[in-house]
């Protein structure tokens, strides 16, 4: 098993900052990938980015692009998204997922974390 923890959210003003991290441990060897994902309210699960841990393969959602930043730190199994420029519409829950495949598509990745809130203000 992998264990997935996410951090980092909160509450910022628009046109802010967060950096979330994703800190994997448990049974990695095999995951090659890693992906957030986020949930609005009434709103399916949706791509956010992806990388695999040697930053390779980068993917990236396109209203995403360029203010969102993906990134790893292989010593520590962490990966991070740097969140920048936010909008009221990036709020949502973010998910952290680990695979092992670099993917744009959710059932592609096998574990998930809990999740953590990101609230934008207007």
């Known amino acids: 098993q992998v264990q997935l923890v996410e951090s980092g959210g909160g509450l910022v003003q628009a046109g802010g900052s967060l950096r979330l991290s994703c800190a994997a441990s448990g049974r990695t060897f095999g995951i090659y990938a890693m992906g957030w994902f986020r949930q609005a309210p009434g709103n399916e699960r949706e791509f956010v980015a992806a990388?695999?841990?040697?930053?390779?393969?980068?993917y990236y959602a396109d209203s995403m692009r360029g203010r969102f930043t993906i990134s790893t730190d292989n010593a520590k199994n962490t990966v991070y998204l740097q969140m920048n420029s936010l909008k009221p519409e990036d709020t949502a829950v973010y998910y952290c997922?680990?695979?092992?495949?670099?993917?744009?598509?959710?059932?592609?990745?096998?574990?998930w974390g809990q999740g953590t809130q990101v609230t934008v203000s207007s």
């Open positions: 990388t695999s841990w040697s930053g390779g393969s980068l």
């Open positions: 997922a680990a695979g092992r495949v670099t993917s744009k598509f959710k059932n592609s990745y096998d574990y």
